[in-house]
């Protein structure tokens, strides 16, 4: 963690940083805002919206999960492709 943007014994502290304490309260009032906003403005028959949405998305992650699955398997290693961008380690 940069020692420039803490100062003190608690790793998040703000107290080294220019309008931290205030952009952070600004940031959950924004976020607060949003929240209510959208709560009141949500449709009565949110439930059966939401339904909806829970019905289709195995449609959308069945296919997905198994092109994961299948590459996984088929290239031999159990966590799939790498992430460093080098191809799977040998040891010597």
């Given amino acids: 963690m940069p020692s420039s943007l803490t100062s003190g014994t608690s790793p998040y502290c703000f107290a080294s940083v220019p309008f931290g304490r205030a952009l952070c309260a600004l940031a959950v009032a924004a976020v607060a805002g949003t929240t209510l906003a959208l709560s009141l403005s949500a449709s ?13 998305m195995p449609y959308l992650f069945a296919p997905w999960t198994a092109v994961n699955l299948t590459d996984s398997f088929l290239s031999g290693s159990a966590s799939g492709s790498s992430c460093t961008g080098s191809p799977t380690a040998t040891s010597t």
């Fill in 44 to 56: 009565s028959d949110f439930l059966a919206a939401y339904g909806n949405v829970l019905t289709v």
